[in-house]
């Protein structure tokens, strides 16, 4: 009975996750009327209303948020069991499509996509570098590797490490303008931050006597571009947040020093993300596989 129902179970999920009959019909290439048909067959099967439906807009009743939850979790063993299917009856065929942050996509994600095409020559990746926030609907990701807390519910998560991050700068800028002796002294530093799309504050958050404290400051030097800020922190422009991980190479050469070891920035996680939405087909699967797998190694 479950699976005559998944064309509906899935289309409930895409009028879910997009919160339009006509998006969710457009993005499964069906009509709207086989939208509204699907969702009222399935409220019918159920015996509950999933959406509450005006004229112009549709939102999930308590059921509906509830059958979310379930539907996810059905979607996610079918995909499990097709996946271990096709694994042994087919070689993995097509594109995928993945993001990464541009100072970890380039020093862990990017080598690791020779050693996968050698494995699945029929597989092309489309690898994307950018620290901007992604967008997979836009995109048409099929998954991302992304530094920081994750928020997003709709996400499905698998972690991959923790990074441990650094305050430093170059000698030149710390013989020039000395070195802060407490987190306090970093508003009167030039601090480099990295601009998220939309954000109107700019703070670091750093381990103080055992507690997250939050550091808010203006910062005359910001970037989109995470490897753009530690080229002008080694240029001398000022202190730069990074993990300890990108910025090895530079604090072992000595062009940065590490400032406030004893206070140092909160550890990040650094995961790899997929929409629930999009049923995870072999070679994304073994794509992600791959990569975490090579991280970690890496990582130790």
Known sequence: MVMSYVPNIKTFVRVYDLGSMSAAGRDLRISAAVTSSRIADLERHLGVRLFNRTTRSLSPTEQGELFYKGAIRILDMIEEVEGSIADVTDSPKGTVFVAAPLGLGKK???????????????????LRLSDR????????????????????????????????RVLCASPAYLERQGAPTSPEDLPNHHCL???FPGAEEFFWT????GRRQRYDFSSPMESDDGDVLTGWAVDGCGIVSKTRFEVSEQLEDGRLVEVLPDTPPTSIPFSCVFPHKRL????????????????QKQLG
């Open 108 to 126: 862990l994600i990017a080598p690791l996509v020779p050693s996968f095409k050698e494995n699945y020559p029929d597989v092309n990746v489309r």
């Open 133 to 164: 926030k992604v967008d997979f609907t836009a995109e048409g990701l099929d998954a991302a590797f992304v530094l920081g807390e994750l928020k997003d519910s709709e996400m499905r998560v698998r972690p991959v490490h923790e990074f441990k």
């Open 193 to 195: 931050l990295l601009r």
């Open 206 to 209: 750093l381990q103080v006597n």
């Open 280 to 295: 995870q087909d072999p070679k994304t699967r073994l794509l992600i596989d791959h990569m975490i797998e090579g991280c």
